[in-house]
């Protein structure tokens, strides 16, 4: 294994001189990275990648490239609140076939990253290439590994497909294979507050996307009204609060980079926690029909410094008899995922009533999952957004009510 002291490209044309007892991987040599994210929330993350200090960031499909130093990789992982999770590619090269791709995985010196006793796991994607089926691909990848360490330590890292110590990314598009490491470890949407969820829950970076839309900035109190498991109330806590979007989360891919900085994780940690600030009671509150799910609710919001903060009760939001002044943000049923035999333009159309007639001075950011129920709330939306929960080809609305 060669040893060498490299000078590493560094932002701004910065050098910071590294010691490498291994080889360079591609984004050593070039500092470049991509985040994964939904396309309908790229111009958010784009922004967040430029407040942290990342450079060069161009939007690509299902995500974004940006050069970066550790310092800022680290952070966007620690903080981002729209990023699904970020990859450092390791390799990549010309594939057209999965024998070459077993042959190339083998080139890695795979205890760099991690080691025998450690679980992995792949992730694959694979499109418009020679190799259709990211099945096939990702178990020659998996092959490749474990037959490497087999060969080097006559013992291998086990797979562990739910809650693995590391997870290898693997991108095959026009017949260029990318080999990564992602430094996220899973998907960065789970914050970790949600402890017990409800049917239709939506999805973390989605409800962040939402308050950050809604241009809230704790001047007015914000309500939701039909708050389910408390997501959208647990962003805007954590928005308010400047609490890291990974405070509750143990791990990142990152600490498994050959080299990865312990102190300067540990600090950049330490500067961000400190930023974390109070609420008043009463400004972040909401309820829900269902005292099961405001159950829930309560249990995750608590998981989140100030949670107790936050106002929840049981109620039918047709019994609040004014909502006045406050910027109100909810995602009624859809129907598409439950509830379907429900009378939805029964439902949207009183809630539509409820906004005219109670709220008034209020601006509501009405999340639907079925973008056919807008109509039905009998309000002109001031603006509509596309934006995915999951699968669902949803769209957010903003309905000034005067
Ligand atoms: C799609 S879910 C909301 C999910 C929520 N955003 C989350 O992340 O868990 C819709 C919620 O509306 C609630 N709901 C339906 N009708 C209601 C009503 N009349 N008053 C208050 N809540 C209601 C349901 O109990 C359900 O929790």
């Known amino acids: 294994m060669p040893c060498f002291c490299g000078m590493v490209p560094s932002l701004a044309g910065r050098f910071k001189p590294v010691m490498l007892p291994y080889e360079m991987y591609e984004y050593q040599r070039n500092n470049r990275f991509f985040a994964q994210i939904q396309n309908d929330m790229g111009k958010l993350g784009m922004e967040e990648l430029s407040g942290q200090g990342a450079e060069d960031i161009s939007p690509a499909y299902g995500g974004i490239y940006f050069s970066s130093d550790q310092a800022v990789l680290y952070r966007t992982n620690y903080t981002s609140r729209y990023i699904t999770r970020i990859l450092a590619p390791l390799i990549s090269f010309k594939c057209h076939s999965t024998r070459y791709l077993y042959n190339k995985a083998k080139e890695i010196n795979w205890t760099d990253i991690f080691a025998a006793d450690n679980s992995f796991a792949i992730f694959s994607t694979v499109s418009n290439s020679r190799i259709k089926h990211s099945l096939y691909a990702t178990l020659r990848l998996k092959d490749a590994i474990v037959d490497w360490f087999n060969e080097h330590f006559k013992k291998r890292p086990d797979i562990e497909r739910i809650d693995p110590d590391v997870w290898i990314n693997l991108h095959i598009e026009n017949n260029r294979a990318v080999i990564s490491l992602d430094t996220s470890l899973g998907s960065l949407h789970r914050r970790g507050y949600r402890a017990r969820t409800v049917k239709a829950p939506m999805q973390e970076t989605l409800a962040a996307a939402i308050i950050s839309l809604a241009a809230w900035d704790g001047s007015k109190p914000i309500y939701d009204p039909m708050c389910g498991s408390g997501t959208l109330l647990s962003e805007a806590l954590m928005f308010y609060c400047r609490i890291p979007s990974g405070f509750l989360r143990q791990r990142f891919g990152f600490e498994f980079l050959p080299d990865f900085e312990y102190d300067l994780w540990n600090s950049i940690k330490r ?103 807008i109509p039905k709330i009998g309000l002109k939306p001031s603006w509509k957004r596309p934006l995915k929960n999951g699968g669902l080809d949803g769209r957010l609305a903003k309905f000034e009510i005067y």
Request: charged share 30%; net charge neutral; aromatic share 6%.
């Open 271 to 373: 500067d961000a926690d400190q930023e974390i600030r109070g609420v008043t009671k009463g400004l972040i509150s909401g309820s829900d029909i269902s005292s099961e799910v405001v159950e829930a609710a309560r249990t995750n919001i608590n998981k989140l410094p100030n949670g107790e903060k936050i106002g929840l009760r049981v109620m039918d939001y047709k019994k609040i008899q004014q909502l006045e002044d406050t910027i109100i943000v909810c995602n009624p049923p859809s129907g598409v995922r439950l509830e379907r035999d429900k009378d939805l333009s029964k439902l949207y159309g009183e809630l539509g009533d409820f906004l005219k007639q109670r709220c008034k001075g209020s601006t509501a950011y009405i999340y639907f999952g079925d973008r056919e129920l």
